[in-house]
């Protein structure tokens, strides 16, 4: 069993922010996969199961708000006995450009509040991420930055970006970290 978590804000007005890039990633692969998440109040997300040949994956979208998004990961790990080898968080990252990825193994939280979260509820930093880039930020807060909304263009940008993030899940589970660095970095 795989658990890919895509991190964001709930809440329509947080719906096309930078920060909920990770939630785009994983309802792209929902509606690739023709599934509808569903609330789940004791595991603190919304949930969408389905099997990928022999595997079950879970993608969640934590109700929590970013930067708690350790406590519904570690809830949905616990409930479904899910080992942090087979966890892939999904997350924005500022020092990225636009339209480009990177996986990594592992790694410290960056500045990123709901990573420092996962690491904390986990007790660990061991677990895999793949990285969206939402950069360059311009000379204002990255606490402002993320919040806002992608401009139209970014969000035609963004898509082929959230197909090649999918993809490279998939890849990533068949070949491993390693050869997913080296096709998609």
């Not at 909304?149 to 035609?156: D, I």
Request: charged share 25%; hydrophobic share 40%; aromatic share 12%.
């Amino acid at each position: 069993m795989k658990l890919i978590a895509g991190l964001g804000n709930i809440g329509e007005k947080y719906t096309w922010t930078r920060h909920n890039v990770g939630f785009m990633v994983v309802d792209k692969w929902a509606i690739n996969q023709n599934i509808k998440f569903k609330e789940n109040k004791k595991l603190q997300c919304n949930i969408a199961k389905f099997k990928r040949g022999d595997e079950d994956i879970i993608l969640i979208k934590p109700t929590t708000y970013m930067n708690l998004s350790g406590s519904a990961v570690s809830a949905v790990m616990s409930y479904y006995k899910i080992a942090v080898e087979d966890l892939l968080v999904v997350f924005d990252d500022l020092s990225i450009e636009l339209g480009k990825i990177r996986f990594r193994p592992n790694g410290s939280d960056g500045g990123h509040n709901g990573i420092k979260s996962i690491i904390k509820s986990l007790n660990t930093s061991e677990f895999a991420r793949l990285k969206i880039g939402i950069g360059p930020q311009p000379p204002i807060p990255a606490e402002e930055f993320v919040l806002q909304n992608f401009y139209k263009y970014q969000l035609e940008n963004l898509k082929p970006v959230l197909k090649t993030a999918v993809e490279g899940i998939e890849f990533y589970f068949d070949e491993g970290m390693q050869k997913t660095q080296n096709f998609y970095n």
